[in-house]
């Protein structure tokens, strides 16, 4: 359970830094799954959308829902101030590692 916990709390810092790194800041989705698998870093939809969902409730991170047609949608992450104070270890967030920005 700890393990499962720290590799949560990993993948959370990654999805902020994988947003630092982009100069608008923001994502979709899919986008940022695929960051994680050239990056050598497995994760698949429903894990990548729970910790985005977390971010999203400690103010790390904005989403925004693009409706493309009937039943399918475009979900945008946007990295808030929050969440780069998190990322620069400013601000500690339960649940997503302490972790210093090279």
């Known amino acids: 359970m ?3 916990n720290e590799a949560a709390a ?3 810092w990654r999805v902020l830094d994988f947003l630092e790194m982009i100069p608008c800041h923001s994502l979709n ?3 940022l799954r695929s960051m994680f698998r050239r990056s050598g870093f497995w994760t ?3 894990t990548l959308r729970s910790d985005i969902r977390h971010l999203e409730q400690h103010h790390c991170v904005t989403l925004t829902r693009f409706n493309l047609r009937e039943a399918r949608y ?3 992450v ?6 780069q104070q ?3 270890c400013e601000r500690t967030i339960p649940g997503v590692a302490d972790r210093k920005p090279l």
């Open 74 to 76: 475009l979900l945008v």
């Open 44 to 46: 698949d939809v429903d």
């Open 29 to 31: 989705e899919d986008v």
């Open 78 to 83: 946007e990295l808030t101030a929050e969440g």
């Open 86 to 88: 998190a990322w620069r």
């Open 2 to 4: 700890i393990y499962h």
């Open 10 to 12: 990993e993948r959370r």
